[in-house]
């Protein structure tokens, strides 16, 4: 009981801190990607390629003064962001990312708690989720933030509903509501995971639609549309709070794209079994960008890649070596493939962002309830009829 | 471990019942009863209806506090004024209720005794495979009848709400 505890506690630990770590690089990336897309470098100054530029984002953003405009409703005025950022961090205690590994002795899930009802956990948490955004706009006494609030909560609601729609198909075919056992169920190869075992490409890009507007990106950013809103709901908040906001996004972000992982994609299991060498592709990729980043520092394009580059070139061959350990394999393959899915389906939240003009606010809702919806009910139908004629 | 939480959550449930009654502001009110909502969750896990807590947060604590703040947000509705209280309510108020819940947890207790399942007629347990197994299997009927009668409360509210054409 007492090992059970501190075990727990470790794990809590890390799980909070890697989250962290990835919720403020999440943003760099964001930001990179975007610029590239744009042809522009993105953030270059603050350490070599702007990989400190969180650090800095995040002394910037404690420092600034937190300012309480005089015509707020106090109390939910504060309590807004902290509920939209324990919302969205609570999800992923739930997310399970590798399966039983064995650490000195102790056996542990790379989970924090596995719960029998998860996805519906996650599903109820989310929904919890739209009070942060929602008081935040009204307790503002801004019509800016009312708006947007409004405009959130209703976006959030519409979507809810082909959301959870889409969630139904693959839970039919892998009958269960543990995240865990979810993910066993679609062990082996490529062909086990839903999305191609029972025919999910519907209900998972309905998935993915319905979760780029749950958690308010672009093209379905309405609830804070510059050129209309101001910054919307979030305009009276300065400092920690806007950044409670920010972050809160940022965690929806990787929650859904958790969920896409394992509802869809397998989670943590590799495309083909380890008997056939799935276990050498992460060693083959790191190995191939470092000797990549070495040969580019010693033939450096400009004067400043001879000092940048092989540093790198060396952390990335280290790491390929780091997958080869026996002992470290058993965790970190599984982590690896369920890093590699999570991310790109995040890459994708990126991309489309930077390709994709914002919707119209009519055109949005018109969308969720015409279009989305009746194809998620037909897709939900479809399946089970399929499942109750071939079982 | 399960007394100190059912305690500390009923509790919740409690003080955040009689909050929305006492607050003057709609909005105050309607997070008091999402309050209610969630914390009466918890007490369903406690019971180890999992699926039923799951779906009180998604369906009353999500989906219909949601609207009920939404309305409440749109409609821009202000505080409450204080209206003039009767001689009688005053005097009456605070016995009548006392011996209402007296009487309540008087005939509770004589039905169901201490060590009492919680079922709903001839049902017991609450994970998402007893109750999907129940709704489809002994409760079909009423099952479909109230999808239809939602159906039609449906219709009936967007003939009401349509504009009439010209």
């Not at chain 2, 699926?51 to 703040?69: D, E, K, P, S, T």
Request: charged share 10%.
């Amino acid at each position: 009981m007492d090992s059970f505890i501190v075990i727990s506690l470790i794990k809590i630990f890390v799980v909070f801190g890697a989250l962290m770590t990835i919720l403020a690089y999440l943003q760099w990336v964001e930001r990179k990607v975007i610029a590239h897309i744009q042809v522009r470098p993105g953030p270059y100054r603050v350490g070599p390629h702007g990989l400190l530029q969180p650090l800095a984002d995040v002394i910037k953003l404690i420092t600034k003064e937190d300012l309480v405009p005089p015509y707020v409703n106090k109390v939910l005025y504060l309590a807004a962001p902290f509920l939209a950022i324990t919302m969205a961090l609570l999800s992923i205690s739930v997310i399970p990312f590798g399966p039983k590994i064995q650490v000195a002795g102790y056996q542990t899930w790379m989970q924090l708690t596995d719960l029998n009802f998860g996805v519906l956990f996650i599903l109820g948490i989310s929904s919890m989720g739209v009070y942060g955004i929602a008081l935040a706009g009204w307790s503002s006494n801004n019509k800016y933030a009312l708006l947007g609030g409004l405009r959130s909560s209703a976006q959030m609601i519409s979507y809810e509903l082909p959301l959870s729609l889409a969630i139904a198909a693959p839970l039919l075919i892998s009958n269960t509501l543990s995240l865990r056992k979810l993910v066993e169920t679609q062990d082996g190869w490529l062909w086990n995971w839903n999305l191609f075992h029972g025919f999910q490409y519907v209900s998972f890009v309905i998935f993915i639609i319905a979760a780029f507007a749950e958690t308010n990106r672009v093209p379905f950013d309405l609830p804070e549309a510059e050129n209309e809103l101001v910054a919307g709901f979030h305009t009276e908040y300065s400092s920690m709070k806007f950044a409670s906001f920010f972050m809160a996004e940022y965690a929806n972000m990787i929650t859904v794209s958790c969920m896409a992982v394992l509802l869809f994609l397998g989670g943590w299991v590799a495309p083909w079994p380890a008997a056939y060498g799935s276990g050498y592709v992460p060693v083959v990729i790191f190995a191939v960008a470092g000797v990549i980043t070495i040969w580019r520092g010693l033939n450096p394009r400009r004067k400043r890649d001879r000092y940048t580059f092989p540093p790198f070139g060396v952390v990335f061959l280290i790491v390929a070596a780091v997958f080869l350990v026996p002992l470290l394999q058993s965790a970190l393959l599984p982590l690896f493939w369920f890093c590699a899915k999570t991310g790109a389906i995040l890459f994708l939240f990126i991309w489309i962002r930077g390709t994709l003009p914002r919707f119209r606010y009519d055109q949005l809702m018109g969308f969720a309830w015409k279009v989305l919806f009746p194809v998620a009910m037909l897709n939900l139908l479809a399946t089970g009829l399929a499942i109750a004629v071939f079982s | 471990m399960e007394l100190i939480l059912f305690l500390v959550f009923a509790g919740i449930a409690v003080v955040a019942a009689i909050n929305v009654v006492v607050q003057r502001h709609p909005i105050s009110s309607a997070v008091s009863l999402i309050a209610v909502m969630g914390s009466l969750a918890v007490l369903y896990l406690l019971l180890g209806a999992e699926f039923i807590a799951a779906a009180q947060v998604i369906v009353y604590a999500g989906a219909i506090m949601v609207l009920f703040v939404f309305v409440i947000m749109l409609l821009n509705a202000g505080g409450e004024t204080k209206a003039g209280r009767s001689f009688v309510a005053s005097l009456l108020g605070v016995p009548v209720l006392v011996a209402l819940l007296a009487l309540l947890a008087f005939f509770t207790a004589r039905i169901y005794p201490r060590d009492t399942e919680v079922h709903f007629g001839g049902f017991r347990g609450g994970t998402a495979q007893s109750v999907g197994r129940a709704l489809f299997t002994t409760y079909l009927l009423p099952f479909e009848i109230t999808s239809i009668l939602i159906l039609i409360a449906i219709v009936g509210a967007i003939v009401l709400a349509r504009k009439e054409l010209e």
